[in-house]
């Protein structure tokens, strides 16, 4: 197994334990923060509106971004891949 390989997958692992975390983190300071403000000023109504917003938005954020970045791992592996073959030649 090469290095690239290898460092690709402890990546993987690293985002596999991030996501959730990150989703949790987000989730309980957005809760005990900006909601609890929201719901005590503006009542139940637009609270479950910024819900619904806040949780329609964030995951899938988080989970584009990251994406994001694993698709520019992959995109510096193939390339120095292609310059270490272009190097033997």
């Not at 334990?17 to 109504?45: C, K, N």
């Not at 584009?64 to 193939?78: A, D, G, I, Y």
Request: aromatic residues 14%.
């Amino acid at each position: 197994m090469s290095q690239a390989n290898t460092s690709i997958k402890q990546r993987i692992t690293i985002l596999g334990w991030f996501l959730p975390i990150a989703f949790s983190l987000m989730a309980v300071f957005y809760q005990l923060g900006p909601a609890r403000f929201v719901h005590d000023t503006y009542g139940h109504e637009i609270h479950y509106i910024v819900e619904i917003l806040f949780y329609a938005s964030a995951g899938p954020l988080l989970t584009f971004f990251t994406l994001r970045r694993l698709v520019r791992w992959l995109e510096e592996k193939e390339r120095a891949e292609k310059q270490a073959r272009a190097s033997e030649q």
